[in-house]
């Protein structure tokens, strides 16, 4: 049993230091020398691996300097070299491969510098491109690749400079966790980090102290922060260049590009550019000259643009200007915006801003009166005006403009902007020697504005009318379909007519003979009592008018009048009823006379069938005629009537209309027989009323009557 553990020690052994071998012959080949002479045969001499093609060439130029030229591909061993600190290597060369650690490994205080057209690029998942112990590691020109990081400075502190060229890889700087003391300078080139590493890395990551100093370039993050230096000793001072992160979580600030251990915050001043885009997912679709998602620091711009067929963005502060071209990113042109349409004397003219910088021309359409869209012309680059003259009188066009470019799709619309060739006429004003009114256009259907009233010495104006004979008035509310003139009429202003208004209470009607009246002229008052109403005065309302009987003389300005009415009053009569009517006077009423059973005056004048006048003198005459029949005599009663105009004379002043009594001065109704009081009439001597009883011729009485009658007496 001892021996076979013994023996299964050494197969143990064995087979570790075949690994170890193994392990040795993958290594790194480093050339080490002691002068550049040495240093160039090392290089020149250099294996780089089974399977690799092509070879490097080193030579010494001036100084202690060494040239770096040929071209390596699928190189699988590591080049290692120590540089003396006044050595200076300039890689001209472009070496390729796939290694699991880096492709190239450098020691020694010396500088090794990566010039325009080198490269060196590890295409090993994992892999680095340079690692630096302490060797200054410069990036003129050319690039430097790799799957993991492309320049990690590890161990001793390493100073890097960026002035040119291209650094890139999952992580463009990252030291690896080791190391302190690192210095980077950037002050040109392109530090990136790629989309072929691992999602969310920053460009520049590191862990240990470090220094950042940029003053141009561009250094630019995938989906992450730009910069990440966590040590709280580290500092970043950006006074230059353009540095860009995106992630969907980058909002507020631009110090959400640049991240910080300790809350250090950047050094952010001058011309530079920290931009931030908040990538939220699906949004990779913008438009030219908007700044939609994007966080850029103070004083600096940034927004979507193109350049060519590559979409990306314009940046600029100060001086410095430029466009970051991103992958996957759609940016449409830019629509114009502001436009106008205005008709003119020869079309319709429209205008537009013209926002887009990237347009191949201006797309017109345009409807008329509401109906479709269609195409109607295509303006060019920078178009920012264009004139339809291709239009109708009176139709409503509508205008809408796109912008389009080559490998782009047509911008979104402008607004819509609608003009119309209106017809215009003319509306002259002949004043007929009134002072001037000026000239109107109006257009088509629209309105005339009535202008002020013009004056005129010793003139009152009267209206615009159509025709110079002034018989026919304009209204200024009717449309203009015609270039027009319009005439000015005048009257005397001692001539003008204020308006009568007569209106009428309850119980009848009442007018006057005319509408209108001149100041002076004498207007005639009438009204029409309805049925059990009478007339009881007149009411001025307004304008100050004296009324005298039916009549007044117009004053200097409107007159309202109104007719007052009330209801006729009970008639006071006596009875005579119970009383024999005599022969011959059976078919009379009450409101007859004896010679006038038709109701007629004896004159012919037609009696009122009522009052109480009539009614007292046939119950008079009535009385005589009972008092002879008593008597014992035929009388005959003989009335010869009298007019009213003489019982008029017999009452001189006011009476009464109806009956002719006598009444008060101002009284309006009888007190009689409530008719209407008048003025006195005209004087006219008229015979006066008699009354006169005759005996009838009687046959002698007998004597035997006589002498009996005495006896009896």
């Not at 940046?315 to 502001?338: C, D, H, M, R």
């Not at 009881?536 to 004053?555: E, N």
């Not at 006219?684 to 035997?704: A, C, N």
Request: charged content about 15%; some cysteine.
């Amino acid at each position: 049993m001892r021996t076979v553990k013994i023996t299964n020690k050494l197969i143990s052994f064995i087979i570790v230091m075949a690994v170890l071998l193994c392990l040795f012959a993958v290594m790194p080949k480093t050339v080490y020398a002691a002068t550049t002479a040495d240093l160039v045969n090392q290089i020149k001499n250099f294996d780089p691996g089974p399977g690799s093609t092509g070879k490097l060439d080193a030579f010494i130029i001036t100084g202690r300097g060494i040239v770096v030229s040929g071209t390596v591909t699928d190189a699988t061993k590591c080049l290692g070299l120590d540089i003396d600190n006044d050595v200076r290597i300039i890689w001209s060369a472009d070496y390729s491969g796939s290694n699991f650690f880096e492709l190239i490994e450098l020691t020694g205080d010396g500088i090794f510098e990566v010039a325009s057209g080198g490269s060196i690029k590890n295409n090993r998942s994992g892999g680095d491109g340079i690692t630096s112990h302490g060797t200054t590691v410069t990036i003129s020109g050319g690039s430097v690749s790799a799957k993991r990081t492309a320049i990690m400075p590890i161990t001793n502190a390493t100073t890097i400079n960026v002035s040119g060229g291209t650094v890139s890889g999952a992580y463009a700087i990252s030291d690896g966790l080791v190391g302190s003391g690192h210095v980077i300078n950037i002050s040109g080139g392109t530090l990136n980090a790629t989309a072929d590493g691992p999602a969310k890395t920053s460009a520049i990551n590191c862990i240990a102290k470090s220094t950042l100093n940029m003053t141009g370039g561009a250094v630019i993050g995938n989906s992450s922060d730009a910069i990440c230096l966590n040590h709280s000793d580290s500092t970043v001072k950006v006074s230059g260049g353009f540095v860009f992160g995106s992630n969907p979580n980058i909002t507020g600030t631009s110090n959400a590009v640049i991240i910080m251990g300790n809350g250090n915050t950047p050094t952010i001043i001058d011309t530079a550019v920290v931009c931030g885009w908040n990538k939220a997912s699906g949004t990779m679709t913008y438009t030219e000259g908007k700044k939609d998602n994007l966080i850029v620091n103070s004083g600096a711009t940034a927004q979507w643009d193109r350049s060519g067929v590559q979409s990306g963005i314009r940046y600029s502060k100060g001086e410095n200007t430029g466009f970051f071209p991103i992958s996957g990113v759609t940016v449409n042109l830019a629509a114009p915006s502001g436009l106008t349409a205005a008709a003119g004397a020869s079309g319709i003219t429209l205008n537009w801003t013209d926002n887009s910088n990237r347009e191949t021309g201006y797309i017109i359409e345009r409807k008329a009166n509401g109906g479709g869209w269609g195409q109607m012309d295509f303006v060019g680059v920078n178009a920012t005006t264009y004139t339809d003259i291709n239009v109708q009188p009176d139709v409503l066009y509508t205008y809408k403009v796109n912008a389009t470019g080559e490998g782009f799709y047509p911008s979104a619309y402008s607004n819509e902007a609608s003009a119309m060739i209106v017809t215009e006429f003319s509306v002259k004003f002949d004043t007929n020697g009134g002072g001037a009114v000026v000239e109107q256009t109006v257009h088509k259907g629209d309105k005339a504005v009535q202008p002020t009233d013009p004056v005129k010495t010793d003139s009152a104006f009267a209206g615009w009318y159509k025709d110079a004979g002034l018989s026919s008035a304009y209204n200024f509310n009717d449309p203009v379909t015609a270039d027009i003139t319009l005439y000015a009429k005048w009257t005397d202003p001692s001539s003008e007519a204020y308006a009568v208004t007569v209106t009428a209470g309850g119980g009848g009607t009442a007018n006057s003979d005319v509408a209108s009246a001149k100041e002076g002229d004498t207007v005639t008052l009438t009204v029409t009592e309805n049925e059990g109403y009478m007339f009881k005065q007149w009411q001025v309302l307004s304008g100050g008018a004296i009324i005298t009987g039916d009549t007044f003389v117009m004053p200097a300005n409107a007159v309202a009048i109104r007719a007052v009415f009330e209801p006729v009053p009970e008639a006071n009569v006596s009875s005579a009823e119970g009383l024999n009517k005599p022969d011959g006077m059976e078919g009379l009423n009450e409101h007859d006379s004896a010679d006038d059973p038709d109701g007629t005056e004896l004159d012919g004048t037609p009696t009122q069938g009522s009052g109480g006048a009539k009614s007292s003198m046939l119950l008079w005459i009535m009385l005589i005629v009972l008092v002879t029949i008593a008597a014992g005599g035929a009388v005959t009663v003989i009335i010869i009537a009298r007019d009213k105009k003489q019982r008029a004379n017999e009452n001189p002043g006011y009476f009464c209309g109806n009956c002719g009594t006598k009444a008060p001065a101002g009284a309006k109704f009888c007190a009689n027989c409530g008719g209407r009081i008048t003025g006195p009439p005209e004087q006219e001597p008229v015979p006066q009323e008699q009354v006169r009883l005759e005996q009838t011729p009687q046959e002698p009485v007998p004597q035997e009557f006589g002498d009996k009658d005495k006896t009896e007496e």
